[in-house]
């Protein structure tokens, strides 16, 4: 089993940053490959972003393509998220995810309980 905890979120204005953290307790997360995923009010939850177990390969989806990077530490079982440039539309709960290299929520079989990230024009 793998317990995972975001943190991290809040409220900041359009152009601003924000890094997100998702502690990870269980098993190791260097077993895994790990993803943010987002939720916006009304819509389903859309890929953001995974790296792979060795953090040599990153995936992004183009709407955050050049602003966000995902990284991780497996020494400190912990994943990360800077967000940079933010716009109104990244607002969303933001989900990290632990589980096999993908774009699909079908992929990951563990799930934190998301951070609030709120971006205000």
């Known amino acids: 089993q793998v317990q995972l905890v975001e943190s991290g979120g809040g409220l900041v204005q359009a152009g601003g940053s924000l890094r997100l953290s998702c502690a990870a307790s269980?098993?190791?997360?260097?077993?895994?490959?790990m993803g943010w995923f987002r939720q916006a009010p009304g819509k389903e939850r859309e890929f953001v972003a995974v790296?792979?177990?060795?953090?040599?390969?990153?995936n992004y989806a183009d709407s955050v393509k050049g602003r966000f990077t995902i990284s991780r530490d497996n020494r400190e079982n912990t994943l990360y998220l800077q967000m940079n440039s933010l716009k109104p539309k990244d607002t969303a709960v933001y989900y990290c995810a632990a589980g096999a290299w993908g774009i699909l929520p079908v992929d990951y079989g563990y799930w934190g309980r998301g951070t609030q990230v709120t971006v205000s024009s």
């Open positions: 790296i792979s177990w060795s953090g040599s390969s990153t």
């Open positions: 269980g098993r190791t997360l260097s077993n895994y490959a």
